[in-house]
């Protein structure tokens, strides 16, 4: 269980960026990444039980508002339903199942417990320029600095959640303790509010949750490399005219970073992004291959790694997928 993560929130933010940094080359890639956990991949339907704490609704609404927009291949992951079946009733907290006699209905229940305490703490003060003397059109005359004493609202939320499947594995656990600060000061109207506070940090762990239990279909734009070095100029100008086609033709740059493989077999960037190319295609085992090539020529290459890594994932969620609908479903 991780401790003491804070979210601070500030009644105002002023500034901004100083700019904008210019669009880099880019390839797309999209897949199916593996959720964060195997077991729960068993589980085609849930039913969210009692969630107990001052908390606990407002998780449980949480939860299940993140697991309903798990969309996998343009449906649903998991069929969800907040009335308990007969077996959610035998489960108790501290993690003893009774096995249920009970076999239809849900194929996990899920319970948990969200306590919340807060308290009110000084927060120093400030400091705002307020008009003192005005004429008779209204224009200000005369300016003094006023302090105004604050406080700060900080908000402890402990979040529990545990997935029992229908006989009685504890298939999924997770806990956190979270905090909110949020100042206020005497000179501003009302003061900030506990419940919005605990929404905020239950909305951000049922994500968590959401990340844990179902695959994520997700696009990403993958920077490619832009080294020129060790290609003859011929093969530079090609180079460049593919870099060109990311942002209008990802098929034609693709084509045009394969070719120059011929002529530059042990370059990294031509090998990185035609591996890139191979990975936008659904063509994992070959992408692999070429992030391996790299690695040989340039080991700890980190966009290699991080091929690799995604490649991995998406592997892993197929056997999820596999596990969750049955090849029967797929």
């Known amino acids: 269980m991780r401790l003491g993560r804070i979210v601070v929130t500030i009644a105002a933010v002023s500034g901004g960026l100083g700019g904008v940094a210019a669009r880099a080359e880019t390839l797309p890639v999209l897949g199916i990444y593996a959720a964060g956990t195997d077991a729960p991949s068993r589980a085609k339907s849930i039913a969210i039980a ?30 969800l339903t907040f009335t308990p079946p007969a077996f959610g009733d035998s489960y108790t907290y501290d993690g003893s199942p009774e096995r249920p006699a009970a076999q239809s209905g849900p194929d996990a229940v899920m319970r948990g417990i969200a306590e919340v305490e807060w308290r009110d703490v000084d927060s120093g003060a400030k400091e705002v320029e307020e008009c003192v003397a005005k004429d008779s059109a209204d224009k200000c005359l005369e300016k003094k600095k006023v302090s105004y004493p604050c406080r700060a609202r900080e908000v402890t939320f402990r979040p529990e959640v545990r997935l029992f499947a229908r006989e009685g594995d504890l298939l999924y656990a997770k806990g956190d303790t979270l905090m909110a600060i949020s100042r206020f000061c005497k000179d501003e109207e009302g003061s900030p509010s506990v419940d919005s506070m605990v929404e905020e940090m239950a909305l951000g762990f049922a994500d968590e949750i959401r990340l844990d239990l179902a695959p994520l279909h997700r696009v990403d734009d993958i920077r490619v490399l832009e080294s020129r070095d060790g290609m003859s100029k011929a093969d530079q100008a090609a180079f460049r005219a593919a870099l060109r086609l990311t942002k209008t033709d990802v098929a034609g740059a693709c084509r045009a970073f394969e070719a120059l493989e011929a002529t530059n077999p042990q370059n990294v960037t031509i090998l990185f992004n035609a591996g890139l190319c191979r990975e936008g295609g659904g063509q994992l085992d070959l992408a692999g291959r070429s992030y391996y090539e790299v690695l040989a020529i340039k080991p700890g290459k980190p966009e290699a790694q991080e091929g690799l890594a995604r490649i991995a994932s998406r592997v892993r969620a197929e056997r999820q997928l596999f596990i969750h609908y049955g090849e029967s479903d797929r």
């Open 50 to 79: 009692h969630f107990s704490g001052r908390g606990g609704e407002r998780l449980a609404f949480a939860i299940d508002s993140a697991l309903r927009a798990a969309i996998i291949e343009g449906r649903p992951y998991f069929d």
